[in-house]
């Protein structure tokens, strides 16, 4: 959706930035377990609508070490492995769903790219879950079941609120789009 490289990548950064400050405030300071609200998710999916796969793939991967490095949530085994691959998902699909398909250009496009991108990733929060269960045996990280359950209320959060962000900044800059063009063409 963000056309110019620049943008993308400040753009790119402020969903980082929000990515590390929404687990804190919500863990430390609502007391509420990322595993609830899963915080992290928001400004993955975000970053892939808007900047595209590539940027979302990195927010993906990134997020969740810096965030295990800088705050120790999520735990660094096994829960960060399990959530560098969900997110990694999470932020390349909403970004390719978003920018090379025509969902992107469809009004309501958000409605049908974000559960996709979010089912995608937990099948990713899945597989590496399994893969990992393979070779270590018990873990002490959810299920990937009680995961969907415990995360229920971040999932109805991420489908109200991603879809309206999207919308709204759509038209947002549309009309931006709109005027930007008109002073151009009066010139």
Request: charged share 10%; with cysteine; aromatic share 10%.
């Given at each position: 959706?963000i056309k110019?490289k620049?943008?993308r990548?400040?753009?790119?950064?402020?969903?980082?930035?929000?990515?590390?400050?929404?687990?804190y405030?919500t863990a430390?300071?609502?007391?509420?377990?990322?595993?609830?609200?899963?915080?992290?998710?928001?400004?993955?999916?975000l970053?892939g609508?808007?900047?595209?796969?590539?940027?979302?793939a990195?927010?993906?991967?990134?997020?969740?070490?810096?965030?295990?490095?800088?705050?120790?949530?999520?735990?660094?085994?096994?829960m960060?492995?399990?959530?560098?691959?969900?997110?990694?998902?999470?932020?390349?699909?909403?970004g390719l769903?978003?920018?090379?398909?025509?969902?992107?250009?469809k009004?309501?496009?958000?409605?049908?790219a974000?559960?996709?991108?979010m089912?995608?990733?937990?099948a990713?929060?899945?597989?590496?879950f399994?893969?990992?269960?393979?070779?270590?045996?018990?873990?002490?990280?959810?299920?990937v079941?009680?995961?969907?359950?415990?995360?229920?209320?971040?999932?109805?959060?991420?489908?109200?609120?991603?879809?309206q962000?999207?919308i709204?900044t759509?038209?947002?800059?549309?009309k931006?789009?709109?005027?930007?063009?008109?002073?151009n063409?009066?010139?």
């Amino acid at each position: 959706m963000i056309k110019s490289k620049t943008q993308r990548l400040t753009l790119s950064g402020l969903f980082m930035a929000l990515g590390i400050i929404l687990p804190y405030v919500t863990a430390h300071g609502a007391g509420v377990p990322g595993t609830v609200l899963l915080p992290m998710h928001i400004p993955v999916l975000l970053c892939g609508f808007f900047c595209g796969s590539f940027y979302g793939a990195i927010a993906g991967a990134l997020l969740p070490f810096l965030n295990c490095v800088l705050t120790s949530m999520p735990s660094l085994f096994p829960m960060l492995p399990i959530m560098l691959c969900e997110l990694t998902v999470y932020g390349l699909t909403s970004g390719l769903l978003f920018t090379k398909t025509p969902l992107g250009k469809k009004r309501y496009g958000v409605f049908i790219a974000l559960p996709i991108s979010m089912i995608c990733g937990r099948a990713a929060y899945a597989a590496a879950f399994y893969i990992m269960f393979l070779f270590v045996g018990e873990l002490k990280a959810l299920s990937v079941t009680a995961a969907v359950v415990t995360g229920l209320p971040g999932i109805i959060i991420q489908l109200l609120l991603i879809p309206q962000i999207v919308i709204l900044t759509k038209k947002v800059i549309s009309k931006r789009e709109n005027v930007t063009n008109k002073n151009n063409k009066s010139r």
